[in-house]
């Protein structure tokens, strides 16, 4: 099973992590511990489908139901990229990289991927009257133009856009990276 995981390593002794997420911090046994730092900033593969599900119910794991190209998107319309605070942006970013990073970093708001892929989609770059506090109104209104669509109807819409091929693999590698984490 395909899964990555969610949260931050706090500390780890005698092979158990504590991992903060979403204001919990969770002491995992020895081989959830094993299980979440294999899938921590990457995708993983495991077949303990008993603890995979047990750590998804958790949320400290995501889960896609295979390995095609819709369960992976909805894997990671179920996280949450997150600005790390003490980023050490000492590797070069991609242009992808770059543009998602501000987005994240700056938008006054937390973006989902659907939300990223639509701003991709429409070639919306970051500029000063979309991002911070002063822009969020203008941001969510450009990208949910018409009342009849909501994050859920986004996620539809976005999982055929062509950006998506890159949006995915740019976030993931800024995880690799240590830029984001997935909250």
Same mark, same amino acid.
């Given at each position: =099973? ?8 706090? *500390?780890? *002794?005698?092979? #158990? ?22 899938? !921590?900033? #990457? ?11 047990? =750590?998804?119910? !958790? ?16 894997? =990671? !319309?179920?996280? $949450?990229?997150? +600005? ?8 070069? =970013? ?10 994240? #970093?700056?938008?006054?708001? &937390? ?25 969020? $109104? ?7 133009? *018409?009342?009849?669509? *909501? ?11 062509? !950006? &998506?091929?890159?949006?995915? +693999? ?14």
């Amino acid at each position: =099973m395909l899964y990555i995981s969610k949260g931050i390593l706090l *500390n780890e *002794n005698e092979g #158990r992590c504590v991992v903060f997420r979403q204001g919990v911090e969770r002491r995992l046994t020895a081989s959830e511990s094993k299980l979440w730092k294999e899938g !921590c900033g #990457r995708l993983a593969e495991s077949d303990c489908l008993l603890t995979l599900e047990d =750590m998804e119910e !958790c949320g400290l794991i995501s889960i896609a139901a295979d390995d095609s190209d819709e369960s992976v998107y909805a894997l =990671m !319309c179920d996280c $949450m990229f997150i +600005p790390c605070r003490e980023a050490k942006i000492d590797q070069p =970013m991609s242009a992808a990289e770059l543009i998602l990073y501000v987005w994240l #970093r700056d938008a006054g708001i &937390r973006l989902t991927t659907s939300e990223l892929i639509c701003l991709c989609d429409r070639n919306v770059a970051p500029s000063k009257d979309l991002l911070g506090e002063n822009g969020r $109104m203008e941001l969510v209104s450009t990208i949910y133009l *018409n009342n009849d669509i *909501n994050e859920f109807t986004l996620e539809s819409r976005c999982s055929s856009a062509e !950006c &998506r091929r890159w949006v995915i +693999p740019a976030l993931l590698s800024l995880v690799q990276k240590k830029i984001l984490y997935i909250g």
